[in-house]
């Protein structure tokens, strides 16, 4: 009769701790996928049997979205799983509610599953201010948190954001180039992150190009506040609407019409996301297209970086550079007698 392997031969073994070898036999999250399966060939060596509930590793990943209305927050779970499933861990997926109370229990729930990183998406971190401790939590149980598009300076985590600020430009660049002097920008809350970054490009804008002016409405990104802050925009003689989502543009092309204007004949209109019906609209959105699965399959290597020999998450920034997709939505501006 052969002698089970025990934990100290197999934790020599593979050099690591038996607390280690512990969870990995256990099926438990919390061991990066090298070591886990370091322990798993050290175990099969030793004539330790390693049935299927073990090598299936169940490492969880927390991601947390503010809904999966909007096709964005779904095409960010949908890359963020899809490369999570190649590396054989599974996602938790909770969607954030309104207020930062019920953010820190999505949280608590994850660590009580015993996550190995948590993900989050456009959450209460990319406010300007507010209560930063649900996030501080994470961080200080040694679990890697990766915050997608907002900065905060008082947290330590690592940070994967577009670059708002250049894609900005670049939309501003293009309508310049077709003649429109009156850009109009339609954008949400301006103490969010990525508004603050597109309001820092229009302020600027006027500097670059003297005398033109870039008149703001402040709504909510949804279809309605789209269709009005289009109406209030081009009523303030805007030739050129930039909305903060294809959502909100997809209402700013209703919202044109209604005044009984044509797109881009009349005015043109931009969007933001490139999410997969941009280019089904009437006519084709012209949209900025965030770099979804490179930014996801960076969040999920940081998120899978920890194990049992991890410190506290050190801070990281990492910026990624958006690209403008032009459609049929933005043509060269009206002529000068057409101009409201």
Not at 3 to 13: E, G, H, N
Not at 72 to 98: D, K, N, T
Not at 168 to 179: E, M, N, P, Q, S
Not at 237 to 243: I, K, L, N, S
Request: net charge negative; aromatic share 4%; charged share 20%.
């Amino acid at each position: 009769m052969s002698v089970k392997a025990r934990l100290i031969d197999i934790a020599r073994t593979a050099g690591v701790s038996e607390a280690t070898v512990s969870r990995v036999l256990n099926g438990r999250a919390g061991v990066n996928e090298s070591t886990r399966s370091t322990v798993l060939e050290a175990a099969r060596q030793l004539g330790r049997d390693v049935g299927p509930d073990v090598t299936q590793s169940g490492t969880l990943v927390g991601v947390l979205v503010p809904d999966l209305e909007n096709q964005v927050f779904a095409a960010w779970v949908e890359r963020i799983e899809a490369e999570l499933f190649q590396r054989g861990a599974s996602a938790l997926v909770a969607l954030r509610a309104r207020t930062v109370e019920r953010e820190r229990e999505a949280f608590q729930r994850f660590l009580h599953a015993g996550v190995t990183g948590v993900i989050v998406v456009s959450g209460f971190h990319a406010q300007e201010s507010g209560p930063v401790d649900q996030y501080r939590e994470i961080t200080a149980s040694g679990t890697p948190l990766v915050l997608i598009n907002g900065v905060r300076d008082d947290v330590d985590a690592s940070f994967l954001t577009s670059d708002d600020e250049h894609a900005t430009r670049a939309v501003l660049t293009h309508l310049h180039d077709l003649g429109h002097e009156k850009v109009g920008l339609a954008v949400g809350d301006e103490h969010t992150w990525p508004v603050r970054e597109k309001l820092r490009a229009f302020e600027e804008a006027p500097v670059q190009h003297p005398g033109q002016d870039h008149p703001v409405a402040f709504t909510d990104f949804s279809y309605a506040g789209g269709y009005e802050a289009s109406r209030d925009l081009v009523g303030r003689g805007a030739t050129a609407v930039v909305c903060g989502s294809d959502v909100m543009a997809a209402g700013a092309l209703e919202g044109v019409r209604s005044l009984g204007l044509s797109v881009p004949g009349d005015v043109s209109v931009v969007g933001y996301d490139d999410v997969f019906w941009a280019s089904l609209t009437n006519p084709p959105l012209t949209t900025v297209r965030q770099a979804v699965p490179q930014m996801a399959r960076a969040a999920v290597r940081t998120a899978l970086s920890g194990g049992e020999q991890s410190r506290r998450p050190a801070r990281t920034e990492v910026v990624v550079r958006p690209q403008l997709v032009v459609r049929g939505s933005t043509a060269a501006a009206p002529a000068a007698s057409m101009k409201r």
